[in-house]
């Protein structure tokens, strides 16, 4: 720790830095964040076009990803060696309003449109991709899931909404969302269909996350749930976290055995995106963030649990 704590005063005086010294001080800060948790190392930085990296999806070896809202709308296939964009998709029928997740069936790829920061969204939308569609086109047409809450009533601005959503997946024929709760730091999970068409989600479930949950991924095959996200109060405040949920019964992801990493501080990175990438092997993403005059850019990490 003595060498962090080095770090952070030398950081005091960062504004007085000349631009290489501010590249090499931000460069030293990422690097030694990564080793306080020797189990999520960086895979590597993310293409310049991809600073608000917010959805993950692995397709058959392919890595996917998307911008955050007020991007385009478009899906990314990213190099895993180097962060580049090796493939452009465009949902020719869909726009940006807040996509926040990617999921995968075994036929389809579904984008979550339904951030929703202060609760006043009534136009919530799941797009819904063929996969074949995916891996041969560059313009691709979505058919389109609109729902809403079955238990949201109001839509008056709050900072402290529990109807935020920033994370689902698809299994067992149904797709399921976690909540992004500002209200209570937990999670609530709801279920919709995956068909076209208007839909109400039901909440069947919930977690206390003690943390805003920013993404999920599931390993059908093993059933293995992971949720990532970052602490909003006190201590934890900003630093990242991840639970894995196995061994558990049916749809019942919470009453399974349940394992939380923490990635330690000092917190450096936003993670909005994960997916699985084989037994036991996620690939987490991270935005573009801010910290003071600090630009911590956006990267590409690996946790095996």
């Not at 269909?193 to 093993?222: Q, R, W, Y």
Request: hydrophobic share 35%; charged share 25%; net charge positive.
């Amino acid at each position: 720790m003595k060498h962090i704590a080095i770090l952070l005063s030398t950081l005091l005086l960062f504004s007085a830095c000349s631009e290489d010294e501010k590249k090499k001080i931000l460069d030293a800060v990422q690097n030694i964040n990564i080793k306080n948790n020797e189990k999520v190392p960086t895979v590597t930085g993310l293409s310049a076009n991809l600073k608000e990296s917010s959805g993950l999806a692995f397709v058959d070896g392919t890595l996917w990803t998307h911008n955050d809202s007020g991007g385009e709308a478009k899906l990314y296939a990213v190099d895993q060696t180097n962060g580049n964009v090796i493939k452009t998709v465009t949902v020719s029928n869909a726009s940006n309003v807040d996509w926040e997740d990617l999921a995968v069936s075994k036929t389809h790829l579904f984008i979550g449109d339904f951030g929703n920061n202060r609760g006043t969204r009534k136009d919530l939308k799941i797009y819904k991709i063929k996969l074949d569609d995916l891996k041969t086109k560059t313009v691709v047409d979505a058919e389109i899931i609109k729902f809403s809450y079955a238990s949201q009533t109001t839509f008056t601005a709050n900072s402290k909404t529990n109807y935020d959503c920033e994370a689902f997946i698809a299994y067992s024929g149904k797709l399921y969302l976690f909540s992004k709760n500002y209200g209570n730091e937990q999670t609530d999970m709801y279920v919709i269909p995956m068909n076209a068409g208007v839909e109400v989600a039901e909440k069947v479930s919930n977690f206390n996350t003690n943390a805003l949950v920013t993404g999920a991924s599931i390993d059908s095959d093993n059933k293995v749930l992971a949720l990532i996200g970052y602490g909003l109060t006190g201590l934890s405040k900003g630093t990242p976290k991840t639970w894995i949920f196995s061994e558990f019964t049916d749809v019942d992801f919470f009453k399974g055995k349940q394992k939380k990493f923490s990635w330690g501080k000092p917190a450096k990175a936003q993670i909005e995106g994960v997916t699985h990438v084989g037994k036991g092997k996620l690939y987490i993403s991270s935005e573009a963030n801010k910290v003071g005059s600090l630009t911590i850019r956006q990267e590409l990490y690996k946790l095996n649990y």
